[in-house]
């Protein structure tokens, strides 16, 4: 079945420092892959996606890029806030009409200090 | 435009009871999924509602269950509870009209089983 593989964290970063957390998938077809974003007490807000191989999705700041050949979705940033503290999931969706279950993966709080 | 409704924000249940959450998608939204949160297993999907009718379901026993009305709104019903339901419910509203659609968060229903 379809699975993500998300870095471990936590991840403690200084501002303005360069951020990278990894994300692997399993899915069979051509998923749509998302990151979210989840701030303490809040539900999941859809940071960036991208439906297809070599697209890029950008927000905020941060960009990923879907690469089909090594199965990844890395979410990058390359200057950190202090508001950038969250919990980031990696996620993906078979682009299949008639199924909008989001697989996601572990989770990734990071922590920004000033 | 209002965004995802989810009520009560917080309810506290004993072993054996049953519990009812409701979802109030963004107007227009026709299919409601419906997650659990916990630290331990993470983001699962529980199910999906489209135009009434369950299109998807994840693995979780049969003492959760859910409907959709005719206005989109959406309720999840667990029987029987048990200490490992507690969690964060969230629910999520799409239009879809394809596999790339973004699914827009509630904030969650926090349940918390003694």
């Known amino acids: 079945g379809d699975s993500v593989t998300q870095m471990e964290g936590p991840v403690t970063l200084s501002e303005e420092a360069f951020l990278t957390i990894n994300c692997t998938y399993t899915a069979t077809g051509y998923p749509s892959l998302f990151w979210y974003v989840q701030y303490p007490g809040e539900g999941l807000q859809l940071l960036l996606k991208?439906?297809?191989?070599?697209d890029k999705g950008s927000n905020k700041g941060f960009e990923a890029t879907y690469r089909k050949e090594t199965t990844s979705f890395h979410l990058e940033k390359g200057s950190v806030q202090v508001s950038d503290s969250a919990v980031y999931f990696c996620a993906l969706r078979n682009s299949n009409f008639g199924n909008e279950k989001l697989t996601f993966g572990t989770g990734t709080r990071l922590t920004i200090i000033p | 435009k209002a965004g995802v409704t989810q009520t009560p924000r917080y309810l506290i249940k004993t072993r054996g009871q049953q519990v009812t959450l409701s979802c109030s998608p963004i107007?227009?939204?026709?299919?409601v999924s419906w997650y659990q949160q916990t630290p331990g297993q993470g983001l699962q999907f529980l199910f999906e509602y489209f135009s009434e009718t369950q299109r998807n379901k994840g693995n979780f026993p049969g003492r959760f269950s859910g409907r959709q009305f005719s206005n989109s709104r959406s309720e999840m019903n667990v029987s029987t509870l048990e200490l490992g339901d507690s969690a964060l419910y969230l629910c999520a509203s799409s239009l879809p009209t394809s596999g790339a659609e973004e699914q827009f968060f509630g904030p969650g229903t926090r349940l918390t089983v003694l």
């Open positions: 107007s227009g939204h026709r299919s």
């Open positions: 991208a439906t297809k191989a070599d």
